[in-house]
């Protein structure tokens, strides 16, 4: 849990430096692959080629390919589209993606009260950021809905590796990175636009942060952290990133923020992880044990 805060704190300062300097100005297929390289060579010095089988190293490749690089070309591009508020608010739908999938790739019936709790949290981000959206926000939400089944595929896949194909995390994400470097590379040469490369000191300053800090380690972070909590936690701990988010962009650029909204929305999201962690959680045991 320490971990997937830290890395809410970390993520928030994300939103607001690629929609305010970053998109529309950057060409985006060079912005993920600049953001994806550099995550890579972080992790670089802990990839082993004799100590991992072929099947291991493919599943983390393909997990790191959702969560980090189609996932990337989603959510930059949606940027073209909406307002950081916007992206925010259309990343509510992701704990239930994270819900759903989970119970799919590990077999298991639809938990229902593990959907309930995520649908809460849902609630909460919806009260925050319910408003008026612009024209274009249907392209905008096909994109950010997009980037957030790449997510939920991509850490619920990475926590149910780790609980069938173990490996130790440094050495897993050298593998989950190369995964994501893999589509970065092709998506540049494919649709790359070499008249749109960063221009000012702040950019190039602002890409090297979000690829050793926001995507090196804060992905590190997230997926380690996913590992130690049930889906249910983790997916409501995705909307965290929504109240983190608006505060940091009211904090910054002083852009306008309901403070009801967000206070009562924000309440029914830490209600929402209460509720799971007190209710659900302990139900769901005593069902598995009296079975």
């Not at 959702?66 to 509510?92: A, C, D, K, R």
């Not at 995390?169 to 893999?182: D, E, H």
Request: glycine share 8%; aromatic share 16%.
């Amino acid at each position: 849990m320490p971990l997937l805060i830290a890395t809410t704190v970390l993520w928030a300062f994300s939103f607001s430096l690629i929609g305010v300097y970053l998109s529309g100005q950057v060409d985006t297929w060079f912005a993920v692959l600049m953001r994806v390289a550099l995550a890579f060579l972080v992790f670089l010095p802990f990839l082993r080629l004799r100590q991992v089988s072929l099947k291991q190293a493919l599943l983390y490749m393909t997990v790191g390919a959702f969560q980090l690089g189609i996932m990337y070309l989603f959510y930059y591009q949606s940027f073209l589209y909406l307002s950081v508020p916007e992206v925010l608010l259309f990343t509510i739908l992701t704990p239930v993606y994270v819900t759903l999938i989970y119970d799919l790739m590990s077999g298991n019936r639809l938990r229902m009260g593990y959907l309930l709790s995520a649908l809460l949290a849902v609630a909460g981000a919806a009260v925050i950021r319910y408003d008026q959206l612009s024209s274009q926000f249907w392209l905008g939400l096909i994109c950010i809905q997009g980037a957030n089944i790449c997510f939920a595929i991509g850490q619920v896949g990475y926590k149910r590796l780790m609980e069938v194909y173990p490996m130790p995390q440094r050495n897993a994400f050298s593998w989950f990175y190369l995964g994501a470097l893999c589509v970065a590379v092709m998506a540049w040469f494919i649709f790359g636009n070499s008249d749109k490369l960063p221009t000012t000191h702040l950019q190039w300053g602002i890409l090297i942060w979000l690829g050793i800090g926001a995507s090196g380690l804060g992905f590190f972070m997230w997926n380690y952290g996913a590992t130690q909590v049930d889906a249910g936690t983790l997916a409501i701990m995705n909307n965290a990133l929504i109240p983190a988010g608006l505060l940091v962009n009211f904090a910054l650029w002083q852009h306008d923020v309901n403070w009801v909204r967000l206070i009562i929305g924000g309440g029914i999201i830490v209600a929402s992880l209460l509720v799971h962690k007190w209710w659900v959680v302990p139900n769901a045991v005593t069902v598995r044990k009296s079975a």
